[in-house]
């Protein structure tokens, strides 16, 4: 398992990372690790746009949702077979979302490894034949030191994290409450949970993170979610 780890995520990624220190001038970290972090998110945007698309197709079907659920509300069956049949009418896919970013958790887990390993010292033996080996290597990013933590490089991940988030759930806008005489169901607390927790804990844990690890992390962590921000834009504008 492993070995299997190691040749299919953390070496591709170790190597791109040490090919792009090389190429670039100064043997920039910094600039390597934007420029893997690019790299990473053109190869994930077929996946990131099914997944926004996905978002924007469930976001559609809320006011078609509503009437199944206070036409069936009393009958659980008929209301997620009438919820399924027009899933299908729709040609939406519940969970297509969902895919994509699972399939990125192997990638940013390796990313993860290489940005907080990898940077340190340079591990010749797991080199491609068309990768060399810098002969010094710029920690140094701006006046950040990319192998040591970083209270404000770890903020700046924080708040675009935060940034990320918010645009992203503009289109689920927070359910609001029922009326006092009236109890919340427990699918709308959930939801308001999970947005609240999505919107505000998310930014604080990941700039937490960010700190304990090498600010090389929080630096792809930035660099990740300003692209994703943009990428929300003109998906949204496409």
Known sequence: MIEFWN???YEPLFNVLVFFIDIFP?????????????????????????????????KELEPDLKILKERHGDDKQKLAA??????????VTPFSGCLPLLIQIPIIMGLYFVFSKGINSIDVSILYSWVEAPDFVDKHFLVFDLA??????????????????????SKFPTPQPKKENEKP????????????????????IVGVISY???????????????????????????
């Open 7 to 9: 040749t299919t995520i």
């Open 26 to 58: 100064g043997h920039s970290v910094g600039l390597a690790i934007i420029a893997l972090t690019i790299l990473v998110r053109i190869a994930l945007l077929p996946l990131t746009a099914k997944s926004i698309r996905a978002q924007r197709a469930m």
């Open 82 to 91: 009438a919820t399924m049949e027009l899933y299908k009418k729709s040609g």
């Open 148 to 169: 040591s933590k970083s209270v404000v490089l770890a903020l700046f991940a924080g708040v675009t994290q935060f940034i990320q988030t918010h645009v992203a759930m």
């Open 185 to 204: 169901s427990f699918q709308e607390d959930l939801a308001r949970s999970m947005q609240v927790q999505m919107r505000y804990v998310l930014p604080v």
């Open 212 to 238: 304990t690890l090498p600010s090389a992390v929080a630096l792809y962590w930035a660099t990740s979610n300003i692209l994703s921000t943009a990428q929300e834009y003109l998906t949204k504008r496409a």
